[in-house]
């Protein structure tokens, strides 16, 4: 399963210089994707991530795979873009299909570019697009809703769907997100809510665009919308988008080195894709062998069969087992063959839960 992100953001806030940099780490990165299918509004960068590094320098493989991300960009929002002002609907039905929303919000003073409102304000700036978001929502909800009550007279079921979405209507129209919605134990209600694609129901990471003398030590207008993040239970990261930019055209030691230069050790980049998958509660397991060295994303707390089904759904539907090394183990041996003979290769089945770093093999017969 690919982790993908939509990139929010008022104009003039850094979030197209953001995507220009993965536009171009994208475009680095295009041998690792020979299937992948670029469109103008979407970036596919690899995961980074120094374990796929190692176990390929150990096992030596034709090909080395990361995990992937894909960003969706969306046109700057301004007020009044769930009814069409400005470009921002123009996107809307792209990012209904992220796992997350990445709210880029500028946290920095630079009289040489204009703040469509007219002064930084990262905390006005996000009730803009929170806003925007939630009357975008409101309209989806409504349209259904309209659907729904007239199907409501045909019986009691269809009347309690209906109810529902009306408890849903409120509560958006007081201004809370659909995350904070208490979802019923309703299966008919649970396959619309699915098929809404409910905006604010998204997990958000706040994304501070900082000055390059700030991405070190942050700001106050960084440390406001960290607050507010924190406040909020959604996730937080620091970028520079043009520092992140100028990364993009350098070698992996030249990288680092200007990284150290400003004092801080990862690309903000990275720490945006790390943040998604905490939030959204996702990790990798591993296969390696003489062929390939590939990172899978999955959940946490999937069982083996279903982190095998992400190969292939084959590897679900006839699973037998699963031949598992811990990372550490596999890394503080000489090879696979050291590990089965050391004790450290354990054979688990159908009920086994993978943990992050697991190098594993799959056996299943279809």
């Not at 509004?41 to 320098?57: E, G, I, M, W, Y």
């Not at 409501?152 to 009306?166: P, Y």
């Not at 943040?275 to 994303?297: H, K």
Request: charge should be negative.
């Amino acid at each position: 399963m690919a982790l993908s992100i939509g990139i929010v953001g008022l104009p003039n806030v850094g979030k197209s210089t953001l995507f220009n940099a993965l536009t171009r780490a994208q475009n680095a990165q295009a041998a690792n994707y020979p299937f992948c299918t670029i469109e103008p509004n979407k970036a596919t960068v690899a995961v980074p991530d120094q374990r796929v590094d190692s176990l390929s320098a150990k096992a030596r493989p034709a090909r080395t795979i990361h995990a992937s991300v894909d960003f969706i960009d969306i046109a700057g929002l301004v007020r009044g873009a769930s009814k069409g002002e400005g470009l921002g609907n123009q996107f809307l039905g792209n990012i209904r299909e992220c796992s997350a929303i990445v709210e880029v919000v500028r946290c920095y003073d630079d009289d040489n570019i204009v703040h469509v409102d007219g002064s930084v304000d990262p905390l006005r700036d996000v009730e803009t697009i929170q806003t925007e978001l939630l009357l975008a929502d409101m309209q989806s909800v409504e349209r259904r809703l309209e659907k729904a009550l007239k199907m409501a007279k045909a019986g009691k079921d269809a009347k309690v769907v209906a109810g529902l979405l009306q408890e849903l209507y409120v509560h958006l129209n007081s201004g809370l997100s659909a995350r904070s919605f208490s979802l019923p134990e309703n299966e008919a209600f649970m396959a619309i809510w699915g098929e809404l694609g409910l905006l604010t129901a998204k997990p958000v990471i706040y994304c501070a665009n900082v000055d390059d003398a700030s991405i070190a030590t942050c700001n106050k207008y960084a440390e406001a919308l960290r607050e507010y993040a924190q406040s909020q239970k959604a996730g937080f990261a620091i970028i520079c988008a043009k520092l992140e930019e100028e990364l993009q055209g350098l070698d992996e030691a030249e990288q680092r080195e200007m990284l150290a230069s400003y004092g801080v050790k990862n690309a903000g980049l990275e720490n945006i894709i790390r943040e998604g998958y905490d939030i959204l509660g996702l990790m990798s397991y591993f296969t390696a062998g003489p062929d390939e060295v590939r990172a899978w994303t999955i959940r946490k707390g999937w069982k083996a069969p279903r982190a095998a089904g992400v190969i292939h759904s084959d590897f679900e539907k006839g699973f037998i087992r699963a031949e598992v090394i811990a990372y550490d183990q596999y890394m503080s041996h000489d090879s696979e063959a050291a590990c089965r003979a050391d004790g450290v290769l354990r054979i688990e089945g159908k009920d086994y839960v993978v943990q992050d770093g697991d190098v594993m093999h799959f056996l299943f017969n279809v």
